[in-house]
Structure formats: structure tokens, C-alpha cells
């Protein structure tokens, strides 16, 4: 039976089909709840049922506690109605003018950078431009039909080429095949951009990056959002990006990083190792990266996070920020990367 959802503050009513989740209902009507996993893993769909009845769905219980299921807390990308809805949410509202498209694309350069991270450069077909927000994501379709999400490392106004960082893992056929048959000159398709992983502009609160691993691909695409729109219309933000990894080769684009320090006077770059090797000579922090942000700041009730990486890390920064740094759970933007070999994003 179709249900209808009113989504709070707004007003905005979407109608829901059979089997859909609150989260594919509002996509599917374009209106953007912030999302990230979307398998309830990450978090960042929670959002509060205010009135009417739900099937909460498969979710990961660190994710949402019994506590907040009790006071009416849901993930929406797990949760299908079972009567009209009234739902609350700190969204972000509809992505204006971003269409959602289905596009080939040539592989122009593969670049191995770290022995586990290829950089991909995707060209689109002539007078093909992809219309995104800095952060956003697509889904490589592969050709058994399933997908593998990414995020785009270019900036939106560089995008002469789509910039993807692979990461390389046990399972994963994608990453595989990047590293071992992929060439330049292949077509792939993709679809997208998807995401509410994205700087919000009407904010002016101090921000705090942290990325572990090839999390730093859409933290580079904000970042040198940040960078260009600040060159015209002036930006004041303080920033700064803790960059997690195992070992120094991880941190397969700290030069560039260490190059936004010094240029920019608002931006600093903090490295972390959580496994330096003796050959790696590091003197810098050491340990995990969200532990490095919680001995620095007593205080994140005044900050903006931007948190993407592995899901531990992700799930981690969250509680841990919003717990014992008071930062307030609105302010707490993230993508993690889902832990399924057959969807999984880098
Ligand atoms: S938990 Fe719903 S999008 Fe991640």
C-alpha cells in the first residue's frame, strides 16, 4: 500500500512505493536526506519519526542504540513505512540543479601512487560535463550489474577529468581489475553524482577534515572547492585535515596536502600513522586519527566535522565527538566506506 511521508522542517511530502525505504523514496522524488552507506552502517540518515509507524530494517546496532530507537530515532536508509509518516530531519533539502545521469566514460591515465592506491582519471564524451557538489560520489556499473561507489577527487570546477582514488583489497573485483587488467583508453559507465557528503556553504564554523585512507579523495574535491571559491569571494574558515594511515607510502598525497599549509594561512595538515614502518623515519603523531583530534580539541561544540574513511573510523569519530566533545550531531557530516566486497566505496 503507498504510504506518504511529510518531512519536517518544510513540509515537503513524498509518496513511498511498495518496498522502498524512506531514504530511496525521497532520492527517487528529489528530495536529498543526508545519506552516506546507505546499508546502516554509518549513521549519517538518522533522523527522528515523529509520527507513524515503521519497520526499522537491518542496521548495525552501534549504529542506532535501543535508547534512541525508543525515543523515535531511525536510520532512513533502512526503515520502510507501514503508515503515513511525519519525519523530522536536519536535511539538507533538495540538490538543486545536480540531475543524476548515466554516462560512458574513457579511462585516460591510471597513476599508482602508494602500492595500494591507483588514481584514476575518467574522460567524459565530447560536451560532456558531470554536474556535482564537491564530495559527491558516483557508482562505476559493472558489467555483472553490480555497482562500485567512489568518490570524486577532482573539484567541480576542474573537471575536465574525474579524478578516482582505488584502493586495492582481498575480494575487491574492481580494485583488482584496476591493478591488474585495466588500461588506458578502457569504457566504463557510471552513475551519479550521489551523496550528501558535501561542504555546507551557509555555515562559517571552523571545520575539522579527518580521513583515513582513500577518504581523502572527497576531502581533497571540498578542499579544493574551498580553495578556488576562496581565491574569489574570500573565505575565513579556519581548517584543518587530519589525514589517518598505516604507514608514510599511505599517505599517498601528502606533498600536495603540505602544499595547501603553506600556501593557504587558514588551512593546516595533520598526518597521522597508525602503523609507521622503522624505513618510514616519522617523526610526526602517531596512533588513530580521530584519537589525535580528541587529544587536541577539549571543545568541538563550536566545529564543523567532515568525517570520511573506514567505517570503524567514521563510527568511532561520531560517537566519540558528539559523547565527550560535545559537538553538536548536526554538525557531524560523514561517508563511510561500506564493508561489503560487492559495494564498497573508496
Ligand atoms: S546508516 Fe543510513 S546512510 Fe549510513
Not at 124 to 129: F, G, I
Not at 159 to 166: G, I, P, R, T, Y
Not at 231 to 244: D, I
Not at 250 to 275: C, H, M, R, T
Request: hydrophobic share 40%; glycine share 8%.
Amino acid at each position: 500500500m503507498p504510504y506518504q511521508i511529510t518531512i519536517q522542517p518544510g513540509g515537503h511530502i513524498i509518496n513511498v512505493k511498495a518496498g522502498e525505504t524512506i531514504l530511496q523514496a525521497a532520492l527517487r522524488e528529489g528530495f536529498s536526506l543526508p545519506y552516506g552507506c546507505r546499508n546502516g552502517a554509518c549513521g549519517a540518515c538518522k533522523g527522528k519519526i515523529i509520527q507513524g509507524k515503521i519497520d526499522f530494517g537491518r542496521f548495525n546496532e552501534n549504529t542506532l542504540t535501543e535508547k534512541e530507537k525508543q525515543n523515535s530515532m531511525a536510520l532512513f536508509c533502512c526503515a520502510r513505512p507501514l503508515s503515513d509518516l511525519i519525519i523530522e530531519c536536519s536535511g539538507v533539502g533538495d540538490i538543486k540543479g545536480i540531475r543524476i545521469r548515466k554516462l560512458p566514460c574513457r579511462v585516460q591515465k591510471l597513476e599508482q601512487v602508494a602500492p595500494e592506491v591507483m588514481l584514476i582519471s575518467l574522460k567524459l564524451p565530447e560536451n560532456e560535463r558531470l554536474n556535482f557538489l564537491a564530495g559527491q560520489y558516483i557508482d562505476i556499473l559493472m558489467k555483472d550489474g553490480k555497482r562500485r561507489s567512489f568518490s570524486l577527487a577532482n573539484a567541480p570546477h576542474d573537471d575536465d577529468l574525474l579524478q578516482l582514488h582505488v584502493r586495492n583489497y582481498p575480494g575487491g573485483v574492481f580494485a583488482q581489475h584496476t591493478f591488474s587488467t585495466m588500461k588506458e583508453k578502457d569504457i566504463l559507465r557510471f552513475e551519479g553524482p550521489f551523496g550528501t557528503f558535501f561542504l555546507r556553504e551557509d555555515s562559517d564554523k571552523p571545520i575539522i577534515f579527518v580521513a583515513s585512507g582513500t577518504g581523502f579523495a572527497p576531502v581533497k574535491s571540498i578542499l579544493e572547492h574551498i580553495f578556488y571559491i576562496s581565491e574569489k569571494h574570500g573565505n575565513n574558515r579556519h581548517m584543518v585535515l587530519y589525514w589517518g594511515a598505516r604507514t608514510k607510502a599511505d599517505l599517498y598525497l601528502a606533498e600536495l596536502a603540505g602544499g595547501w599549509q603553506k600556501k593557504y594561512e587558514n588551512f593546516s595538515f595533520i598526518p597521522v600513522l597508525s602503523e609507521a614502518l622503522q624505513a618510514d623515519d616519522w617523526y610526526g603523531r602517531t596512533g588513530l586519527v580521530h584519537q589525535a583530534v580528541l587529544k587536541d580539541f577539549d571543545s568541538l561544540s563550536g566545529y564543523q566535522v567532515y568525517a570520511c574513511g573506514s567505517p570503524i573510523m567514521v563510527g568511532a569519530a561520531r560517537k566519540d565527538f558528539i559523547k565527550l566533545r560535545n559537538l553538536p550531531e548536526n554538525e557531524f557530516i560523514s561517508d563511510a566506506f561500506i564493508a561489503s566486497p560487492t559495494d564498497k566505496k573508496d
